[in-house]
């Protein structure tokens, strides 16, 4: 991968923040932008922006066209069996919702159950919290060992013949524990369930193939994968899409209209009523297009090496603790000894680098891990040793601002 190259695909990495040459670290929350995919919203907006399905004019056949197209290219991006599977929403919590009120309170009842993770986004347990208070179900957590990692014989015990739904990061925001989605997933159809998978900070980073994976559900988002932001994918088995009924009604995802009553377009239509998210999802598509281009397997290994490089290197700082297995995805979630995370964020800001701080939408899994907040440090296609080593060179400069606490 030619790292140069890339990195002058991305206009707003090259400024300064504070004086400095900017580092950014923080692409879980949201990853920067291609002049690729800038130019394609721009082309959208100048050239041909229309509303779809509707019209038959030139520009709204080009929307169409141009719509529907990324749609798949996004069924070819994580191996979907028919675009009819691709539904695309607001974002990976618009997903998880849709597949908690439409698929959930349609299908449990009391006595069931439906099995989490303390390691989950808070989006992947707030709506699971709901549907078990509106059904009567109950909801199970899988328990995590020491290093923030999944055995499987714990999965074999938690999910019953009483669990309905099972729903799982493929990797976690803060610990960066990749899971073994695919054998959980065969577990809970084992037992009867569907496994949903919150594919947030999976897509971007992994080769996903949802037919292997044998996953009922794939959620993620487009900002974390180049794309702009406002644009999701629901990925759902067609039979259980077929059966289950829209959450939101109006335009678009109609066929017919009567007066006391009305029937739905066929998939993936009756799941996307009103103006869809057209800007988007041609911005999507012009993402998917740029990491295929750099190529998905260069994309993880150089995150690999990252990864690798930046928890030998933050090793080397005393009084530094890292949460969460050796083997991970690209990001290190961590505490300085006990200088409180936002101020530390503050610190490396004003030494131009960019990264999160606070709970990382993870209540659970911070009381879990007996801390109230953390800073992470996550890396993508753009990142390189040097910016780690700018990192690095922070939490020194950190350490000599709070020098009384170490």
């Not at 919590?93 to 698929?103: E, W």
């Not at 493929?170 to 989605?181: E, F, K, R």
């Not at 109230?372 to 060179?393: M, W």
Request: proline share 4%; net charge negative; glycine share 8%.
């Amino acid at each position: 991968m030619d790292i140069k190259a890339v990195r002058d695909a991305f206009p707003i990495l090259h400024q300064e923040v504070n004086g400095h040459p900017l580092v950014y670290l923080d692409s879980s929350a949201t990853s920067q932008k291609p002049v690729q995919v800038i130019e394609k919203l721009d082309e959208y907006y100048r050239g041909y922006n229309s509303n779809v399905h509707r019209g038959v004019h030139t520009l709204g056949t080009r929307a169409t066209d141009e719509y529907e197209g990324a749609r798949e290219k996004v069924r070819r991006f994580i191996h979907a069996a028919s675009t009819q599977e691709i539904i695309f929403t607001r974002g990976t919590t618009t997903a998880i919702n849709t597949v908690a009120v439409s698929y959930g309170r349609a299908s449990l009842s009391q006595g069931d159950e439906i099995v989490i993770t303390p390691m989950e986004h808070h989006s992947n347990i707030i709506p699971w919290q709901q549907l078990a208070k509106a059904t009567g179900a109950t909801l199970k957590y899988m328990p995590l060992q020491s290093d923030g990692t999944i055995l499987l014989e714990e999965a074999e015990k938690t999910i019953t013949e009483n669990t309905k739904i099972v729903a799982i990061a493929h990797v976690s925001n803060v610990l960066g524990t990749i899971n073994p989605v695919k054998e959980i997933a065969a577990i809970a159809h084992r037992n009867g369930a569907v496994m949903l998978v919150d594919g947030a900070q999976g897509a971007p980073h992994l080769k996903v193939d949802v037919q292997e994976l044998d996953c009922d559900f794939y959620a993620f988002s487009g900002h974390k994968m180049c794309g702009p932001t406002g644009i999701g994918v629901l990925y759902g088995k067609r039979s259980l899409l077929n059966e289950m009924e829209p959450v939101e009604f109006g335009g678009e995802m109609i066929d017919f209209v009567n007066l006391y009553d009305s029937t739905w377009k066929e998939l993936p239509w009756k799941f996307e009523g009103g103006t869809p998210i057209i800007a988007g999802a041609v911005g999507l598509g012009a993402a998917i297009d740029f990491l295929n281009e750099v190529g998905l397997h260069e994309i993880a290994e150089h995150e690999h090496k990252l990864v690798e490089y930046a928890q030998q290197q933050m090793k080397t700082v005393e009084g530094l603790t890292i949460y969460g297995p050796d083997k991970r995805a690209g990001l290190v979630t961590f505490n300085l000894a006990d200088v409180h995370p936002h101020d530390l964020a503050t610190v490396l800001d004003a030494e131009g680098i960019a990264v999160r701080a606070g709970h990382h939408c993870a209540q659970p899994l911070m009381k879990w891990l007996e801390v109230s907040a953390t800073a992470r440090a996550s890396f993508y296609l753009y990142n390189t040793e040097e910016d780690i080593d700018r990192l690095v060179q922070g939490l020194q400069t950190t350490k000599e601002y709070f020098g009384d606490v170490f």
